[in-house]
Each structure stands twice: as C-alpha cells, then as structure tokens.
T-cell receptor
Framework: DADVTQTPRNRITKTGKRIMLECSQT?????MYWYRQDPGLGLRLIYY???????NKGEISDGYSVSRQAQAKFSLSLESAIPNQTALYFC????????????FGQGTRLTVV | GQQVMQIPQYQHVQEGEDFTTYCNSS?????IQWYKQRPGGHPVFLIQ?????EVKKQKRLTFQFGEAKKNSSLHITATQTTDVGTYFC?????????????FGKGTKLSVKP
C-alpha cells in the first residue's frame, strides 16, 4: 500500500460544483501539504498543516479550503469549482525537523468543465 | 518571500549526451532536495544536500550545493532514455513557514534514442 493515498485519482466536475479531494498517510508525519501542478509552473503550495490544529495558507490558497480531520487525513475542497482550477493536485507529507524528504501521493487529476 | 528559480525549463538531448539543470534561491537555504517526476507519475525524492559546497553522486547523477547555500545543480552524465522526466529542486529555508519546501518550476528532460 502507498504511504500517501489520494482519492479520487481522476475527477471531472462542472463549474460551480463543490468538490473534495482526500488524502491519507501512513507515515506518521505531522506536516501535510496540498500542491497544485500546472504545465510550466511547477508545484505551487496551496495549504499546509503542521498538525491537526495548525493550518496555514500557501502561495495560492484563494478558492480553496482544507480540513485536517486527523494526523493522517488532510482534505482539500473547492467550494465552487471554476475551469482555471483544472490541474493536477498532489498531497504530500514530511517531517522537516528531521530534514526528511517529502512523500507525495499519486495525484488527483481534476478537470472543471 | 522565498523563491527558487530553476533553469532551463526544457532540455532535449540525444541519448549519451550530458544534461545539467540549475537552481538558484533568493535566500540562503538550510538544505536543498532534488526530485524526479516520471511522465504520468508523482515527484519522487532523489537526494538532499545540507552542507555548503557539498557534492553527492548517485551513479551517473552528480548533485552540488553551492558554497553560499543559495544554488545547486544536478548533472547527468551520458543520459539514457530512462532519465526522461521532470527534475525539480526544492529549497528549505530556516524556521517556521520557511521550513517548508519551495519548489523550482522544474526542468523537463527528453532523451532521443
């Protein structure tokens, strides 16, 4: 089983719909992240969470919200999806105080039509 | 805020040629990491550099961290078709939100057999 699991893997949704992307991890890491990947723009940080009670905005948080339900679970919501939110979304975990690498999920390809 | 610039954005090489990608940070980094993303895949950790002037090798891959800890490079000797993918550097600053990884935009490598 993967250390970081994202669901769904693919989703097509209509403009204006609410959608939730889910992420769960078995690494035991406190920090979890949501990134968005667009061609030529690399990985941009949407939100990150240090622990269940600590959630922070990243570089591009507008139009997104998150919920940290437990240490192992971090979900990303698009309250009212718009076409320019079409992208590949990655969840990741890390333990930066030990300087360890980030572990990424398989990604969710979201298309807003 | 902290920025990590990576060049080139694309590189097309003939199999057997060498390849280099460069990263430059706007601020001094505590460490820098390199990731590889295969087509259709997710970023996977390759290596972390921590010390000023550090050089590490993994088979045909050579990673360097600059003396000022603001720049880094990845060099691949005699590329193979298995090297195809996008290579990302990710810099980590010092403390708080600066402890998050900031990714460069990546260099997409294609290798012609």
């Amino acid at each position: 089983d993967a250390d970081v699991t994202q669901t769904p893997r693919n989703r097509i949704t209509k403009t204006g719909k609410r959608i939730m992307l889910e992420c769960s991890q078995t690494k035991g890491h406190d920090r979890m992240y949501w990134y968005r990947q667009d061609p030529g723009l690399g990985l941009r940080l949407i939100y990150y969470s240090f622990d269940v009670k600590d959630i922070n905005k990243g570089e591009i948080s507008d139009g997104y919200s998150v919920s940290r339900q437990a240490q192992a679970k971090f979900s990303l919501s698009l309250e009212s999806a718009i076409p320019n939110q079409t992208a590949l979304y990655f969840c990741a975990t890390s333990d930066p105080f030990r300087g360890t690498e980030a572990f990424f999920g398989q990604g969710t390809r979201l298309t807003v039509v | 805020g902290q920025q990590v610039m990576q060049i080139p954005q694309y590189q097309h090489v003939q199999e057997g040629e060498d390849f280099t990608t460069y990263c430059n940070s706007s601020t001094t980094l505590s460490n820098i990491q390199w990731y590889k993303q295969r087509p259709g895949g997710h970023p996977v950790f390759l290596i972390q550099l921590v010390k000023s002037g550090e050089v590490k090798k993994q088979k045909r891959l050579t990673f360097q961290f600059g003396e000022a800890k603001k720049n880094s490079s990845l060099h691949i000797t005699a590329t193979q078709t298995t090297d195809v993918g996008t290579y990302f550097c990710a810099g980590r600053g010092y403390g708080g939100s600066q402890g998050n990884l900031i990714f460069g935009k990546g260099t997409k490598l294609s290798v012609k057999p």
